[in-house]
């Protein structure tokens, strides 16, 4: 998953003049022969919200996909489907209760970790502890004014079994709300005297009343924000597919000429994954939830998309790659629009299903299409790639890749954390936008490319003849064809789990596509994936947020390991 394009609520995301940005930007504003952008989808979805499957947009179409992204009715101008929660985007000061609560706690002699037991309130007590930590860390409101309150009804409570002359225990601790309110007046005091502007709905603080005031005008209008009502959900989506570095290399020193059998190659495969990907998750749900009732699920007919095809990276490496924009509105079988039924939680959790998809059609495309030779599977990178590509050449074309790896060490050995496969991922990400440069106004043509690859190979003395001319030297464990079923639970087990206790279905399935040959069919797959969690998982009957490929699978390694 790239993004989320919110597009409702300004404040869920980026800005609405920045979403916009990146929509047109996708729609191949300044289009040149190295991007290309397309209409997905099918069905009656696709008929009501205008696109056109299979076609190649037009300057004139960007308003159709934006109004689709955006959640607009072309045939009304009004937003469809808007739910509306409460502002969850309120944030007030962490130290100041945080500091109540730990001294009140220090004085009886108890840890703040023991004063709840749910999932909720434990979860907040964590984020407002490491709100504290940081310096003028916030929380959100309703976190803080949840642990508060529930201190202060115990208080209550107690008070009133006492009049009833019940025999009750006193709560553990008592936090003052004044006291509260009079640190964090003090907060945003030494925020002001350090220099730093103090407002409430553009008006600077008064700060000649005492801090208990302060604290009190900050609380009430953070809690009428918090209170306020506020359109919710997620107009669309976006999808990035990314073509392997050996590929993207091999498009650009064939002849020019076949240009467009390798970009229609990759549209093909993305094409294939989108269709069913969206088989999977774009249906609805009707009915209510409570009161003993569970809303079910609806078939959608069809969906609506656009793919934007670009061919080189921010450092103008070859690098094919797709984005693929989804509007979060889906046409049912009973002929009502919906939003896709689990908000977009099975789209999310299928964003690795559909990248190895991807390489998966891919690789068996480009075979057929006589593109390249073959593929083989690399150990050292866990990477399918163009068979005899020549690591060093490929390293040449990989500048980005180089930058953000090494950035990517030096915040590993900056923090000291756990490695793990996800943390790695939020790492990548981070250094990416840091040292990576910006989508460049210059849009390069395909021509563009080649000859910066070509001058780049010159200047370094490599000759590209050969980037493909490495003999597979690959011993029977490098195979994935000849893994035993043992082999199979173990290599997704531990690529993929890690130190994670547990995974969904539809994880450990990408899992298998990824590492799976392309020459393999449904069955095959479908039967490793149903052995690699016989014998490497515990199956639990809890599912995570979203109705498909969701159950959760516990590693048995990890399992044993606690």
């Known amino acids: 998953m790239g993004y989320r394009l919110a597009g409702i609520d300004p404040g869920r995301s980026l800005s609405r003049r920045a979403q916009e940005a990146q929509v047109d930007y996708r729609l191949g504003e300044g289009r040149v022969d190295s991007r290309q952008v397309w209409f997905l989808g099918s069905g009656a979805t696709a008929a009501q919200l205008e696109y056109r499957p299979g076609e190649q947009l037009t ?21 469809v489907r808007i739910n509306e929660e409460r502002n969850r985007h309120a944030r007030i000061a962490a130290a100041p209760f945080h500091t109540v609560l730990t001294e009140a706690c220090t004085e009886a002699g108890i840890e703040p970790t023991s004063l709840w037991t749910g999932r909720n309130p434990t979860a907040q ?38 009049g009833k002359g019940e025999t009750v225990d006193p709560p553990a601790i008592r936090v003052d709300r004044d006291e509260v309110l009079r640190r964090l007046g003090a907060h945003h005091r030494a925020l002001h005297e350090a220099g730093s502007a103090q407002l409430l709905d553009g008006v600077e603080l008064d700060f000649t009343l005492h801090d208990t005031d302060i604290g009190t005008l900050v609380w009430d209008h953070t809690a009428a924000d918090a209170a306020r009502m506020v359109p919710t959900g997620n107009a669309g989506y976006e999808l990035t597919a990314t073509c392997p570095k050996s590929f993207s290399v091999a498009a650009f020193l064939d002849a020019p000429e076949r240009r467009e059998d390798w970009l229609a190659t990759v549209r093909d495969a993305v094409t294939d994954a989108t269709d069913e990907l969206m088989r999977r998750v774009a249906h609805g749900r009707t009915g209510h939830e409570g009161d ?8 959608g007919d069809g969906y609506a998309a656009t793919v934007s095809i670009e061919s080189y990276s921010r450092e103008l490496d070859p690098h094919l790659h797709a984005h693929v924009m989804i509007p979060n509105r889906v046409v049912c079988v009973d002929g009502v629009e919906r939003t896709m039924a689990s908000g977009g939680s099975d789209l999310v959790n299928h964003a690795w299903w559909f990248q190895a998809e991807f390489e998966r059609r891919l690789r068996a495309l480009s075979v057929e299409r006589q593109l390249v030779p073959g593929w083989e599977f690399d150990a050292a990178s866990w ?22 790896r090494a950035a990517t060490l030096d915040d590993l050995e900056a923090d000291g954390l756990a490695v793990s496969r996800d ?20 849009t390069l043509t395909w021509d563009e490319v080649r000859h910066r ?17 490495r003999p597979d030297t690959r011993a029977d464990w490098q195979r994935p064809e000849t893994w035993s079923p043992s082999d199979w639970a173990a290599t997704v087990d531990e690529l993929f789990c890690q130190n994670k206790g547990a995974e969904i279905t539809a994880r450990i399935e990408a899992a298998v596509r990824s590492l799976a040959p392309h020459e393999w069919n449904e069955a095959r797959i479908t039967d490793t994936v149903r052995t690699v969690i016989t014998r490497a998982f515990t199956t639990g009957n809890v599912r995570a947020r979203g109705r498909v490929g969701t159950l959760t699978h516990a590693s048995n390694r990890v399992l044993m390991a606690e």
Request: proline share 2%; hydrophobic share 45%.
């Open 125 to 162: 007590l964590r984020a407002v502890a490491n709100a504290a930590a940081r310096p003028n860390g916030t929380i959100a409101f309703r976190s803080v004014a949840t642990l508060l309150r529930s201190i202060e009804f115990a208080w209550e409570s107690y008070a009133i079994g006492v």
């Open 59 to 79: 300057a004139a179409d960007g308003a159709i996909v934006r109004e689709a992204m955006f959640g607009i009715d072309r045939r009304t101008g009004l937003r």
């Open 383 to 404: 990477q399918w790639e163009v068979a005899g590509a020549d690591p060093e050449i490929m390293a040449l074309y990989s500048q980005a890749q180089a930058l953000v």
């Open 292 to 299: 003993g009732r569970q809303a079910t699920l609806i078939r």
């Open 453 to 469: 690859m070509l001058t780049r190979a010159y200047a370094r003395h490599v000759d590209v003849r050969g980037a493909f001319d």
């Open 423 to 442: 943390r790695l991922t939020l790492l990548d990400s981070r250094a990416k936008r840091r040292v990576t440069q910006s989508k460049s106004e210059q």
